[in-house]
T-cell receptor, first 110, second 112 residues
Framework: KNEVEQSPQNLTAQEGEFITINCSYS?????LHWLQQHPGGGIVSLFM???GKKKHGRLIATINIQEKHSSLHITASHPRDSAVYIC????????????FGAGTILRVKS | DAGITQSPRHKVTETGTPVTLRCHQT?????MYWYRQDPGHGLRLIHY???????DKGEVSDGYSVSRSKTEDFLLTLESATSSQTSVYFC???????????FGSGTRLTVV
């Protein structure tokens, strides 16, 4: 079974700061996913990565397959970025099920 | 997301009653999943489907059953609801590594 570890568990930042959330996993995967959930809200898929780097607006996600590590970066953070960010991995050979990390609670103060 | 809808959004039910939650997709994705989310436990897989009439158990399947008679619909049934099944339930769909995952808006179920 794959273990997915996220760090930090909690993160408080000032508006405008550069934020990094890390994720590591123990077994080879088909893809790694970054998800966002606002308090009381639904779950939004931000990125799906199998290699390299992806960028969407102020969000950047990278993955190092050899190191089994991924990072989610938020540039110029804003209070609306306050949410729980969840890393998850999936395997096509096992029904593409997700194995989740515990999540990182991000609070961005203005 | 418009491609996946869950119903109902909220439900309060009594212990011992049967409950069915519905997930409907318009994306024609092969895989459908039911997850529950609880404080301190995060998201956990209940059941999933890899095609019409093809389903399998997840890590917390006890007390739940599912059915998928059409590609677009995946039903989750609590045969006899218990207070431990009070939770937020999320349906999700995926097709392949290319298309990733889409989650429904969630169903908040309270068993009293």
């Amino acid at each position: 079974k794959n273990e997915v570890e996220q760090s930090p568990q909690n993160l408080t930042a000032q508006e405008g700061e550069f934020i990094t959330i890390n994720c590591s996993y123990s077994v080879g995967i088909s893809a790694l996913h970054w998800l966002q959930q606002h308090p009381g809200g639904g779950i939004v898929s931000l990125f799906m990565l199998s290699s390299g780097k992806k960028k969407h607006g102020r969000l950047i996600a990278t993955i190092n397959i050899q190191e089994k590590h991924s990072s989610l970066h938020i540039t110029a953070s804003h209070p609306r970025d306050s949410a729980v960010y969840i890393c998850a991995v999936s395997y096509m050979e096992y029904g593409n099920k997700l194995v989740f990390g515990a999540g990182t609670i991000l609070r961005v103060k203005s | 997301d418009a491609g996946i809808t869950q119903s109902p959004r909220h439900k309060v039910t009594e212990t011992g009653t049967p409950v069915t939650l519905r997930c409907h997709q318009t994306e024609n994705h092969r895989y459908m999943y039911w997850y529950r989310q609880d404080p301190g436990h995060g998201l956990r897989l209940i059941h999933y489907s890899y095609g019409v009439k093809d389903t399998d158990k997840g890590e917390v399947s006890d007390g739940y059953s599912v059915s998928r008679s059409k590609t677009e619909d995946f039903l989750l049934t609590l045969e006899s609801a218990t207070s431990s099944q009070t939770s937020v339930y999320f349906c999700a769909i995926s097709d392949s590594v290319v298309y990733g995952y889409t989650f429904g808006s969630g169903t908040r179920l309270t068993v009293v």
